[in-house]
T-cell receptor, first 116, second 112 residues
Framework: EAQVTQNPRYLITVTGKKLTVTCSQN?????MSWYRQDPGLGLRQIYY???????DKGDVPEGYKVSRKEKRNFPLILESPSPNQTSLYFC???????????????FGEGSRLTVL | DAKTTQPNSMESNEEEPVHLPCNHS???????IHWYRQLPSQGPEYVIH???SNVNNRMASLAIAEDRKSSTLILHRATLRDAAVYYC?????????????FGAGTILRVKS
């Protein structure tokens, strides 16, 4: 079954304790991206990757890191989490079509992170 | 990024058609119109997209105005499972690495 898998789905942590949210897709997609969703602010892009070893900032990259060492995985790293990073996080992937345009985005089920 | 404007919420009766409008007056010639929806407690899912011509798929139809400044997502027979937030998004083909900018979307409520 084609899917985007995120782990953990739920996490409560404390300020400053490094954490990683993993994202894996089994569709051989070139494009992967991370979003955060907050009430009243909608979905905002954090980072995206066009292919292995190619990453770039989205709209709200501060406080986050990503890496793309393998095509299927795109982990989101919070080196020193703070309470304002409490949010619902979504990973997404898609094929990359000609001209750099991405096709249909497939989203994971989300990871709800609480930073105390 | 070109922006879209959608009503905050709409209500429909089950088994009736639903027309969800979207205004995008600053759309450029290379912008595709995409629709996603987000069911409660789930990630967004793709619904449909188009450029100039009307489009149909198993989930919905997309009607695009001749001047492309507005579009309408049509759910032919709403069911309770269609209750979700619907997002209208513009995707620029020419923009390398283009990002999806999600607005607030339209909350669709379906009454039985």
């Amino acid at each position: 079954e084609a899917q985007v898998t995120q782990n953990p789905r739920y996490l409560i942590t404390v300020t400053g304790k490094k954490l990683t949210v993993t994202c894996s897709q089994n569709m051989n997609h070139e494009y992967m991206s991370w979003y955060r969703q907050d009430p009243g602010l909608g979905l905002r892009q954090i980072y995206y990757s066009m292919n292995v070893e190619v990453t770039d900032k989205g709209d709200v990259p501060e406080g986050y890191k990503v890496s793309r060492k393998e095509k299927r995985n795109f982990p989101l790293i919070l080196e020193s989490p703070s309470p304002n990073q409490t949010s619902l996080y979504f990973c997404a992937s898609s094929l990359l079509q000609s001209g750099g345009n991405t096709g249909e985005l497939f989203f994971g089920e989300g990871s709800r992170l609480t930073v105390l | 990024d070109a922006k879209t404007t959608q009503p905050n919420s709409m209500e429909s009766n089950e088994e009736e058609p639903v027309h969800l409008p979207c205004n995008h007056s600053t759309i450029s010639g290379t912008d595709y119109i995409h629709w996603y929806r987000q069911l409660p407690s789930q990630g967004p899912e793709y619904v449909i997209h188009g450029l100039t011509s009307n489009v149909n798929n198993r989930m919905a139809s997309l009607a695009i105005a001749e001047d492309r400044k507005s579009s309408t997502l049509i759910l032919h027979r709403a069911t309770l499972r269609d209750a979700a937030v619907y997002y209208c998004i513009l995707r620029d083909v020419a923009e390398y690495g283009n990002k999806l900018v999600f607005g607030a979307g339209t909350i669709l409520r379906v009454k039985s």
